[in-house]
């Protein structure tokens, strides 16, 4: 059963606008959530985390908002750029162990 | 540093064959954990290791999926025998202790079972 889940596989948009990739979750134990970027043909890469106890955390153009309450976070990218196209996975840790739970990922693809 | 090493790139074997896939992890990591990724499922976790000893391998779908550690610079993820379910990209990934939240992943070895 997923415990990470990534809803929608795709998503376009213009770039300079602003690009929303969404996440859930459903194990309360979660402590730690990261979004990762991935290129085809090359490993995942660390892109912006945050900690179970903030509920923001931001980056140059990139902004992860977290909600407990709904189980939910979302990574924000401002402005969008060509080069952001790539697979986002959404992960999260639980606080049980160091195990890392990932989603399924959402294909960004920005429209120059 | 070179970053995470996997070799094969790309695989393609029979059902029944045996498959060895090959990391070899950042010098100085202390973790080292394997991947599987498909379209279905996304990234599964199947094993991780702490100091070449295995610490949870939960995530290893069946018997037939084994790995080792034999030293810190080396690892392997072996199927067999492999059936065509396995194929998926397998990655390799490796982190400092106290950096775990940061994983640095290798390229992924892209197998395929006919």
């Known amino acids: 059963d997923q415990q990470v889940k990534q809803n929608s596989p795709s998503l376009s948009v213009q770039e300079g606008r602003i690009s929303i990739l969404n996440c859930d979750y459903t194990?309360?134990?979660?402590?730690?959530f990261l979004w990762y970027k991935k290129y085809p043909a090359e490993g995942p890469t660390f892109l912006i985390s945050?900690?179970?106890?903030?509920d923001k955390n931001e980056d140059g153009r990139f902004t992860v908002f977290l909600n407990k309450s709904a189980k939910h976070l979302s990574l924000h990218i401002v402005p969008s750029q060509p080069g952001d196209s790539a697979v986002y996975f959404c992960?999260?840790?639980?606080?049980?162990?160091?195990?890392?739970?990932f989603g399924t990922g959402t294909s960004l693809t920005v429209i120059p | 540093d070179a970053g995470v090493i996997q070799s094969p790139r790309h695989e393609v074997t029979e059902m029944g064959q045996e498959v060895t896939l090959r990391c070899k992890p950042i010098?100085?990591?202390?973790?080292l954990f394997w991947y599987r990724q498909t379209m279905m499922r996304g990234l599964e976790l199947l094993i991780y290791?702490?100091?070449?000893?295995?610490?949870?391998d939960s995530g290893m779908p069946e018997d037939r999926f084994s790995a080792k550690m034999p030293n810190a610079s080396f690892s392997t993820l072996k199927i067999q025998p492999s059936e065509p379910r396995d194929s998926a990209v397998y990655f390799c990934?490796?982190?400092?202790?106290?950096?775990?939240?940061?994983?640095?992943f290798g390229p992924g070895t892209r197998l395929l079972v006919l």
């Open positions: 990934a490796s982190s400092l202790a106290r950096l775990l939240e940061t994983q640095y």
């Open positions: 194990n309360s134990m979660f402590d730690y």
């Open positions: 945050i900690s179970s106890i903030k």
């Open positions: 992960a999260a840790r639980s606080n049980t162990g160091n195990q890392f739970y």
């Open positions: 010098s100085g990591h202390d973790y």
């Open positions: 290791f702490n100091n070449n000893v295995p610490i949870d």
